[in-house]
């Protein structure tokens, strides 16, 4: 048997692994944990002594930074790694603790049903100072930066302009929408609060959400992204989501091929409208709904302005500032 950890969101359907159940005489056991990537590394490390799983999927180019990351994974090259972008790799994890599964944008989203370009101009060339207007700012939900990736993402997206494009000090603009933005604990409880409450119609979430919606109205779709704009440039976070082998897990020949099934398009094709991400596989065909999602070449990376080195050792010491200011 093999197992895996996986979080919490809509994941490819299960009969995807029948052909290699069968190629290889194995039950794919997949254990979904009702909890963000975060949670999915505390798993790890608690059962580090005693590793129940093989592989492990979820954990991004964010999370892989943490040191106790890569003490739960072992590096591992699959011998098809050249089916996967080749700058996603490398922007992921040059030493392969993780390799590319799939990737996307975090960025805003908005209800069309509530607000629109017309209504709230501000929406065509979004920049953080018209977010922190109370009038703005009061609309949005976001999650928990300690207990979700895209909170985290948005926590960063926010330090990575006022860092490199502002030059200003970032922790101010925290302290302006504290009293006005509602922070839930992560992203599925953000979006139960955007969904429900008719004062919350903007939340950070993915650039495929519009394609998510269109796909399941039928119709065009009700959602829409707000992009941040700066110098005429649209800018979002880059997510790259990973998949690894987990270190002394029970079957590491077997997770090392099962890994490698899941960079071909027997997986990869199923994740555009499964996972509502963009297939790290070159060669995968996107279904036409993607045409309204916001494909991550169509914007500059965030990330490119806030280097790994710099999050990875102050990561820490912004959250602690970060939770003084939203408890003070």
Not at 139 to 151: K, M
Not at 159 to 180: F, N, P, T
Not at 259 to 288: G, K, R
Request: glycine content about 4%.
């Amino acid at each position: 048997s093999l197992l895996m950890w996986g979080n919490d969101s809509e994941n490819i359907d299960n009969m995807v692994f029948g052909p290699f159940e069968q190629q290889y005489g194995v039950d794919v056991e997949i254990v979904r944990l009702n909890t963000d990537a975060n949670g999915i590394v505390s798993r790890l490390v608690a059962e580090a002594e005693n590793p129940r799983a093989d592989v492990v999927i979820g954990i991004d180019n964010i999370l892989i930074l943490q040191d106790q990351a890569r003490q739960v994974l072992e590096p591992f090259t699959p011998s098809n790694l050249d089916l996967v972008n080749t700058t996603l790799v490398e922007l992921l994890d040059e030493e392969h603790y993780i390799v590319p599964f799939d990737f996307g944008i975090v960025t805003l989203i908005y209800s069309t049903d509530a607000m629109n370009v017309t209504t709230h101009p501000q929406l065509a060339n979004l920049t953080f100072e018209d977010l922190a207007e109370p009038s703005m700012a009061s609309t949005l939900v976001t999650e928990n930066p300690h207990l979700s990736s895209p909170g985290l993402a948005f926590f960063l997206s926010e330090i990575a302009v006022y860092h490199g494009i502002l030059d200003d000090d970032w922790r101010e603009w925290w302290c302006s929408v504290r009293d006005y933005i509602d922070v839930q604990e992560g992203w599925s409880e953000a979006w139960a609060k955007w969904d429900s409450d008719p004062t919350r119609n903007m939340m950070v979430s993915y650039g495929t959400d519009p394609a998510y919606s269109a796909h399941y109205t039928g119709t065009a779709p009700d959602t829409a992204v707000a992009l941040f704009s700066y110098n005429a440039e649209s800018y979002a976070w880059l997510q790259i989501e990973g998949i690894g082998l987990v270190k002394n897990g029970p079957n590491p020949d077997l997770a090392k091929k099962f890994i490698e099934y899941c960079l071909t398009e027997a997986v990869q094709s199923h994740i555009a409208l499964n996972q509502w991400m963009f297939p790290a596989n070159l060669n995968v065909e996107l279904p036409d709904v993607f045409d309204y999602a916001v494909h991550p070449d169509e914007v500059s990376p965030l990330n490119a302005l806030l280097p790994a080195t710099l999050i990875k050792s102050n990561l820490t010491s912004w959250l602690q500032e970060y939770d003084l200011i939203m408890t003070a």
